[in-house]
């Protein structure tokens, strides 16, 4: 069971991620890189919404995970993360942003989206109390 350590820990991981997606944007004066934050933001949720539509019912096998509508969710999710890594590179490659902040933009980027999963995964709630 996850107690408070574990939130305070979390958020401050969070925090830290957003601290370093912002200053990649404040400190070069280019606000390009911020998009890194949304798109890791937005990345749970194809595959949360594809695992909500696709419950298993009592009739069903509990490991099965070969819905196509979890499938595509999990695409979706996967595309989105290769995305806000490749973002930045792509724009410190083509010399709009610098390679500091591109640096900076994928660290705080992976913060903030690792920090959703093990959210995710800590707090996960077994629908098995019955």
């Known amino acids: 069971m996850a107690g408070l350590k574990t939130v305070i820990l979390l958020s401050f991981v969070l ?8 200053l990649s944007c404040a400190l070069w004066n280019n606000w390009l890189p911020i998009l890194v934050a949304l798109i890791f933001f937005l990345a749970p949720f194809p595959n949360a919404l594809a695992s909500a539509c696709t419950r ?3 009739f069903s096998a509990e490991y099965d995970n070969t819905s196509p509508i979890i499938d595509f969710g999990r695409f979706t999710t996967s595309i989105m993360v290769a995305t806000g890594f ?44 019955f």
Do not use: R
């Open 15 to 22: 925090a830290f991620g957003f601290l370093s997606l912002i």
């Open 56 to 58: 298993s019912s009592d």
């Open 86 to 129: 490749a973002l930045p590179i792509v724009l410190a490659h083509s010399q709009i942003i610098h390679p500091w902040a591109s640096f900076m933009s994928i660290f705080g980027g992976a913060l903030v989206y690792g920090t959703i999963m093990a959210y995710a995964a800590v707090f996960k709630q077994d629908n098995d109390e």
